[in-house]
């Protein structure tokens, strides 16, 4: 059975730093497409990062480039997403996606992810 299940989510000032993690189980890490998603009240779900296994190249939204980096452990079966320099725009309930191989619909569209975690909430507030 595949699940993900997001962690690290909390209520940090602007400007500050938060890291995400994503544990994968049920299914081998690297045969994936891995990515992050984010929505925030009242607004569409949106992506973040992605690990493409297609060309194993990591993408970024133009809105969170220089900023968020994201990684992966094979071995510890963990996905990251370290979140600097946050801003309040940043707050929203951050998903993990994994699709198998891909991406297949492009790495920004979320209709082309199998599986889902449940979240973790992160709130960029003083």
């Known amino acids: 059975q595949v699940t993900l299940v997001e962690s690290g989510g909390g209520l940090v000032q602007p400007g500050g730093s938060l890291r995400l993690s994503c544990a994968a189980s049920?299914?081998?890490?690297?045969?994936?497409?891995i990515a992050w998603f984010r929505q925030a009240p009242g607004k569409e779900r949106e992506a973040v990062s992605c690990i493409s296994k297609r060309d194993g190249r990591i993408y970024y939204a133009d809105s969170v480039k220089g900023r968020f980096t994201m990684s992966r452990d094979n071995f510890k079966k963990t996905i990251y997403l370290q979140m600097n320099s946050l801003k309040r725009e940043d707050t929203a309930v951050y998903y993990c996606?994994?699709?198998?191989?891909?991406?297949?619909?492009?790495?920004?569209?979320?209709?082309?992810?199998?599986?889902w975690g449940r979240g973790t909430q992160v709130t960029v507030s003083s």
């Open positions: 996606a994994a699709e198998v191989l891909g991406p297949t619909m492009g790495w920004d569209n979320s209709a082309g992810y199998d599986y």
């Open positions: 049920g299914f081998t890490l690297d045969h994936y497409t």
